[in-house]
């Protein structure tokens, strides 16, 4: 009984965390929301506490996380665009591929290091935000008008 419950708080905890950073995304109108961040953090939680029940070799566990990793990265290179000579969709491939750590985290019972890194995204996402835009037009403003 307290297996099958520590097991659901980390499910539990991993839609939840994963809800944050994609709510965060939903109100910016990126291509991996809410849902999409909570079904790839709630998914590499759910195989962390699979992996963790099925095997009690550490080397199971990170068998496990190494095939999370990888097929996370697809779906991270499904939302880049390239657009001529740049690429669109950088941070919301981060994103997901954070979540997933922060489903890793909760599934292997890290509460604190899945929290911690959650409100760490959430700062950069929200708090440089306004600091990366102030940057970026002034070095466009330097571009168009170069000092001779």
Not at 119 to 133: E, I
Request: include cysteine; charge should be positive.
């Amino acid at each position: 009984m307290i297996v099958e419950f520590e097991q659901g708080l980390s499910l539990i905890s991993a839609a939840l965390l994963g809800g944050a950073i994609g709510f965060e995304r939903e109100i910016h109108g990126k291509a991996a929301g809410l849902r999409t961040n909570i079904l790839i953090c709630l998914g590499a939680a759910a195989f962390t506490v699979v992996s963790g029940s099925m095997e009690a070799s550490p080397q199971a566990l990170g068998r496990m996380t190494a095939a999370v990793i990888t097929g996370v990265g697809f779906l991270g290179a499904g939302v880049l665009i390239h657009e001529g000579s740049g690429v669109h969709g950088l941070t919301t491939a981060a994103c997901i591929w954070l979540v997933s750590s922060i489903g890793i985290a909760c599934g292997a019972g890290m509460y604190f290091i899945a929290l911690l890194t959650t409100l760490l995204a959430l700062l950069v996402l929200m708090g440089l935000s306004p600091f990366t835009r102030r940057i970026r037009k002034k070095y466009r403003k330097a571009r168009k008008h170069p000092e001779s």
